[in-house]
């Protein structure tokens, strides 16, 4: 099964041959975020083998023929994602996030919540998700 990654260069790389005026949003963390969830939450495991190695997807835009922009900052969402839309042709839009930024349901089911604090106590990173998760709206999520 291919990875995102093989799925974005074969979709955009279409879309610019073609000229379809495709816009992509890539929620760029350095890692299989959702895999790293799944361990944690479903499996009560630490994450592991998540991290990838960091690829520039606005470069790889430009490189294939399309338009790339990367935003890092907050601030900065709403004039990219204006310049994006309203260019001709596909478009990658690299948003920059915290690799340690949880990715949980709307309402976790007690189990999710018990297996993540357990994995928690082995996953790599687990300073950086607590202070996250004591952040609101996630904090109210925990319970």
Do not use: H
Not at 34 to 47: D, H, K, S
Request: one cysteine or more; glycine letters at 6%.
């Amino acid at each position: 099964m291919p990875n995102t990654a093989e799925i974005l260069v074969d979709t955009f790389s279409t879309a610019v041959r073609y000229r379809i005026p495709l816009k992509l949003l890539v929620i760029k963390n350095n890692m299989l975020n959702q895999i790293a969830w799944e361990q944690m939450m479903f499996l009560g495991n630490p994450q592991f083998a998540c991290e990838l190695q960091p690829i520039d997807f606005a470069l790889a835009a430009e490189a294939m023929g399309g338009i790339g922009y990367s935003v890092t900052r907050p601030e900065d969402v709403d004039g990219v994602l204006d310049a994006a839309f309203a260019a001709e042709g596909p478009v990658i839009i690299e948003a920059v996030v915290d690799a340690y930024e949880p990715m949980l349901p709307p309402r976790m089911p007690d189990e999710y919540r018990k297996n993540m604090l357990t994995a928690l106590r082995e996953t790599p990173g687990r300073k950086e998700i607590e202070a996250n998760l004591a952040r609101e709206p996630l904090k109210t999520m925990m319970g």
